[in-house]
């Protein structure tokens, strides 16, 4: 949510439309405004398995890769990546771009 309230904010400001007139691909450009609320996220999520195993004793039994994967699967769907891809395609394709 908020990397799609600072899209909103760059395309009101204008700065979208510079950012678009750098000779890099409109997904390069999105993955690099998106990236760093994913890592916030992994940090959140690493500081919230730590809390758990030195406050509660509750330790992660199983693979921790398939754990980081699945966390980035539901950062994805809650950052709805795949949607703003899908818009913002469809915005350059009609020139809006």
Same mark, same amino acid.
């Given at each position: ?5 600072? +899209? !909103?904010?760059?395309?009101?400001? #204008?700065?979208f439309? &510079?950012?678009?007139? *750098?000779?890099?691909? +409109?997904a390069? *450009? ?7 609320y $994913?890592?916030i996220?992994? !940090?959140?999520?690493?500081m919230m +398995?730590?809390?758990?195993? +030195?406050?509660? #004793? *509750?330790?992660? &039994?199983?693979? @921790? $890769? ?5 966390? @980035?699967? $539901? &950062?994805?769907?809650?950052h709805d *990546?795949?949607? @703003? ?6 915005q ?6």
């Amino acid at each position: 949510m908020i990397a799609a309230a600072s +899209l !909103v904010a760059d395309k009101e400001r #204008g700065t979208f439309e &510079q950012l678009l007139a *750098i000779p890099l691909s +409109l997904a390069a *450009i999105m993955v690099g405004k998106i990236l760093p609320y $994913v890592g916030i996220g992994f !940090v959140a999520f690493g500081m919230m +398995l730590t809390g758990n195993y +030195l406050c509660d #004793g *509750i330790a992660v &039994q199983g693979s @921790l $890769v398939l754990l980081a994967v699945v966390a @980035l699967g $539901v &950062q994805a769907h809650h950052h709805d *990546i795949r949607h @703003l891809f899908f818009r913002l395609g469809a915005q350059r394709a009609r020139g809006e771009y």
